[in-house]
């Protein structure tokens, strides 16, 4: 039997999710804007750029005083997939 505290918190923890879903819904239609203004395939991973936001990442994640080896994971995981996304969404020009 789960306590009842925990039940509470799991359900902050729904609003939480549904609040990042938004979030991510939003991301995606800035990713499918920067799709539209790439003219090659080979555009598409940026590894300057992506080196620049993890350590932003980091750094952001240690003032916030947010562990920032979850905040890492989470950031190379959410890249991986969106360029994954922008693969699968890229159409030639």
Same mark, same amino acid.
């Given at each position: 039997?789960? *306590?009842? *505290?925990?039940? $509470?918190?799991?359900?902050?923890?729904?609003?939480?999710?549904?609040?990042?879903?938004?979030?991510?819904? =939003?991301?995606? *239609?800035?990713?499918?804007?920067?799709?539209?203004?790439?003219? /090659?395939?080979?555009?598409?991973?940026?590894? $300057?750029? @992506? +080196?620049?936001?993890?350590?932003?990442? +980091?750094?952001? +994640?240690?003032?916030? $005083?947010?562990?920032?080896?979850?905040?890492? =994971?989470?950031?190379?995981?959410? @890249?991986?997939? /969106? @360029?994954?996304?922008?693969?699968?969404?890229?159409? $030639?020009?």
């Amino acid at each position: 039997m789960v *306590n009842r *505290n925990i039940l $509470k918190i799991r359900k902050k923890l729904d609003i939480l999710d549904n609040e990042l879903l938004d979030i991510i819904k =939003k991301r995606t *239609n800035l990713v499918n804007q920067v799709i539209q203004n790439k003219t /090659f395939k080979k555009d598409i991973v940026d590894k $300057k750029r @992506i +080196s620049i936001i993890l350590k932003n990442i +980091s750094k952001k +994640s240690k003032t916030k $005083k947010i562990d920032p080896k979850i905040t890492k =994971k989470i950031w190379k995981s959410m @890249i991986g997939a /969106f @360029i994954d996304y922008e693969y699968r969404n890229f159409k $030639k020009k």
